[in-house]
């Protein structure tokens, strides 16, 4: 308002010095008149000069003004910005009246010589230079604490930028550590599959065994039934036979003890790995942690385990070698031999009923094994789900682009 309203009387004032000045100059002698004439040009000069600082110091403040209400929209804690934009317009008008003043000095001391006006309007082109650079310094001030503002801005978006990618890259090794771990946990119960399918095709091949030793028994039944003369030389051989029947036996109990003792074993791992599922509050890196070494532990057990029941396989086999031996000079023996032959059979019948049951035992448990890797799946995937809602949460709140993995979901784990 100010810049627009003292433009009109520098116009004003000018033009009514032009027209003191012409007047003057027709009532004056040639000489006095160039004199005049003269003094007119440099006053004309000097108004336009003085009227164009005032244009640019007004013109300034304008700016400044437009600078102030931008540093204002930019941080409302800065009024010191305001109150040299007001009196930067105040030492405008100051200017402007002053420079009024001074042109109506110069038209009245126009007769007397014009000495006192081009003296005022050297002081009003000073005082004016030094508001344009009073102005110019406030522009500067201005400009560096926008500049200021906008490091700081640019600063604070790349913290948040390199804090986002830290927390991104952590998800995404943890993400890449779990998969890794279930893979191998799949790996091992394969394994632990194929081992348990190899045992029950032994096994299969063994009881064939054990009925093409029945038919030889019956072989030999009929051919005892050609040699009871003999009987009296066989006794001996009897009481040897009765005493490889009672290593046998222990052989059996030896091999049930054992099986007891891996089923209380099982019984214990099971209790335990509920005690540990009951009890979720660590993270998810011990978690994993310590699946792998409940696995390798199992995995450790089941080796110990088949490696003893290859044992007890070899001992079968070597029993089952002698009773080959045996009943070849069976054909020799009387037909009161057949009772402990058929004892015999019939123990290694029971004896392959317990190993069957020891396989259904280990299928029951490889079964449990693997439901207990899909719990920790389904645990995994529920903290990942949470993780990845909070880093949403988080970059809603801090305007940061979201990454494509937060928004997949980890659905790839």
């Known amino acids: 308002m100010t810049s627009h309203s003292s433009r009109p009387p520098t116009h004003i004032n ?4 032009n027209v003191s000045v012409t007047s003057s100059v027709k009532s004056l002698t040639p000489k006095s008149k160039s004199r005049k004439l003269k003094s007119t040009s440099t006053t004309n000069k000097a108004t336009r000069s003085s009227s164009m600082f005032s244009e ?7 700016d400044t003004k437009h600078h102030g209400t931008a540093s204002r929209s930019v941080s409302h804690s800065k009024p010191p910005l305001g109150s040299h934009l007001h009196s930067v317009h105040a030492k405008d008008e100051e200017s402007v009246k002053v420079k009024g003043e001074g042109d109506a000095k110069s038209t009245k ?47 604070l978006k790349n913290a948040f930028a390199m804090l986002s990618d830290v927390v991104m890259h952590e998800v995404d090794a943890a993400r890449s550590e779990a998969r890794r771990r279930i893979d191998v946990s799949d790996n091992r119960v394969v394994q632990n599959q194929q081992t348990v399918d190899k045992v029950i095709h032994e096994f299969g091949s063994l009881s064939s065994r054990v009925d093409k030793i029945e038919e030889k028994q019956d072989a030999i039944i009929a051919e005892l039934a050609a040699l009871r003369t003999q009987g009296d030389q066989t006794a001996t051989w009897l009481t040897t036979v009765s005493e490889q029947v009672s290593v046998v036996k222990e052989q059996v109990g030896e091999t049930r003890q054992a099986q007891v003792k891996f089923d209380a074993d099982t019984v214990k791992e099971v209790n335990e790995l509920k005690r540990h599922w009951d009890n979720q509050s660590q993270t998810i890196v011990n978690r994993i942690n310590e699946c792998s070494a409940e696995v390798s532990k199992q995995r450790a057990e089941l080796t110990v385990t088949g490696e003893q029941r290859m ?3 070899e001992l079968l086999e070597k029993a089952l070698s002698t009773l080959q031996a045996q009943q070849v000079r069976l054909r020799s023996s009387v037909d009161e031999a057949t009772i402990p032959l058929q004892t015999e059979s019939k123990s290694l019948r029971s004896k392959t009923d317990q190993l069957d049951a020891a396989i259904s035992s280990i299928k029951m448990d490889a079964v449990e094994t693997r439901h207990q890797m899909e719990g920790i799946d389904r645990d995994q995937r529920l903290r990942f789900d949470n993780v990845s809602r909070v880093m949403k949460v988080f970059s809603e709140a801090m305007q940061v682009a979201t990454p494509p993995s937060v928004n997949n979901g980890f659905k790839d784990v």
Request: proline share 0%; net charge negative; glycine share 14%.
């Open 311 to 313: 044992d007890d396989l």
């Open 109 to 155: 001391s126009k007769d007397g010589g014009g000495g006192g006006s081009s003296s005022d309007l050297k002081k009003s082109i000073n005082q004016l230079q030094k508001e344009a650079d009073q102005q110019l310094e406030l522009e500067m001030e201005t400009q560096m604490t926008l500049e200021h503002f906008l490091g700081q801005m640019i600063s």
């Open 14 to 17: 000018t033009d009514l010095d």
């Open 56 to 62: 640019r110091s007004v013109g300034g403040a304008s």
